[in-house]
């Protein structure tokens, strides 16, 4: 780990809502192509941390850092850094009115100015790797959820960023486009993609994790391999939220 680079680094962090302490001190560190899966049950923080992460939250205390430069509550320059730290979410957020391809084109050509030939090409190669290129001039009333998952993470890549966060983006997927989904990431992670996930799909967080780190009431509870936190957890507390997903751990 100390010989890969540091690109997200997150210090002491505290987020309160009102009375409320809803992130207690947290200390992560990502590095370049690295794959963290945050897990821990509902009401955690986790949505929250990565809320923080992209600025969509303030921080009480403590400081994140993006390849070394602080990011956090920084309100003039946040649209710069959510082009560096890109999100989906589990409401996909697309467009109504705007075509597959003009929603993925929205971001790169308003924000970051570029030329719409490069960005139609960069986005049809995208989507082609996603099976949906077919679906370019669709809009999004006509694909399923998870295409319009599919399309989401092809909107967020094609805006270059170092980490991608996701979300809880198979929440309001059926049982069976799940699949579709998680495939894409998985493809993602062996391409060495920057991940933070926060999910609730155990087996895919085994699958894809390179390191897991689980919250629990507020507060960074354990952190490990995949391996170790899925078959020997450290804490009672893991252990537990394992024994609801039916995990044979170690007694």
């Known amino acids: 780990m100390s010989k890969k680079e540091k690109i997200l680094e997150i210090k002491h962090l505290k987020k309160n809502y009102d009375d409320t302490v809803v992130l207690n001190d947290i200390n992560i560190d990502v590095c370049k192509g690295e794959v963290v899966v945050i897990l821990g049950p509902s009401g955690c923080g986790k ?25 956090s509550n920084q309100d003039k320059k946040m649209h710069l850094v959510r082009q560096k730290v890109g999100m989906v979410f ?56 998870g295409q319009k998952q599919r399309v989401a993470i092809v909107r967020a890549l094609c805006m270059h960023p170092q980490v991608m966060l996701f979300d809880e983006i198979t929440a309001a997927l059926d049982p069976e486009m799940v699949r579709e989904v998680l495939d894409v990431m998985l493809e993602l992670a062996k391409e060495g993609s920057t991940m ?56």
């Open 196 to 251: 933070v996930i926060v999910t609730h799909e155990m087996q895919f967080a085994r699958a894809i994790a390179d390191r897991i780190i689980f919250l629990d009431s507020s507060k960074l509870v354990e952190e490990s391999s995949p391996e170790e936190f899925f078959t020997t957890p450290k804490t009672e507390r893991a252990k537990q939220f394992l024994n609801v997903f039916d995990f044979d751990i170690a007694k």
């Open 47 to 71: 949505s929250t941390l990565l809320r923080c992460i992209n600025g969509l939250e303030t921080i009480q205390e403590g400081e994140i850092y993006l390849s070394g430069e602080k990011i």
């Open 90 to 145: 589990q409401s996909y957020d697309l467009f109504p009115h705007l075509t597959i391809l003009d929603n993925i084109l929205l971001g790169p050509m308003k924000a970051q100015h570029r030329e719409k030939k490069e960005v139609v090409v960069e986005a049809e190669k995208l989507l082609e790797r996603v099976g949906l290129l077919d679906k370019k001039n669709a809009y999004p009333r006509q694909l399923s959820g």
